[in-house]
């Protein structure tokens, strides 16, 4: 009986893992393909604070961003 009970949990903390990296391969792959936010969002943002980014600034935090994903 607990051998039953040890298998079942086992299964589900495999699964639960191999799960985990499945799903976020899956979401790397994505974000690469589409990413959230692109140079043009930048420019707005950036002239709704007031600023006139340079296409050297917006490079930079595009490159940051690319970065950490």
């Known amino acids: 009986m607990w051998h039953d009970i040890l298998l079942?949990?086992?299964?589900?903390?495999v699964g639960l893992v191999i799960g985990f990296f499945v799903a976020r391969t899956l979401m790397k792959k994505y974000m690469k393909k589409n990413p959230p936010i692109n140079e043009?969002?930048?420019?707005?943002?950036m002239s709704?604070?007031?600023?006139?980014?340079?296409?050297?600034?917006?490079?930079?935090?595009m490159?940051?961003?690319?970065?950490y994903m």
Do not use: F, H, T, Y
Request: aromatic residues 0%; charged residues 25%.
């Open 8 to 13: 079942v949990v086992l299964g589900l903390v």
């Open 40 to 45: 043009k969002m930048i420019e707005a943002m």
């Open 48 to 61: 709704s604070m007031g600023r006139k980014p340079s296409q050297k600034q917006v490079r930079q935090i």
């Open 63 to 67: 490159n940051q961003m690319n970065r």
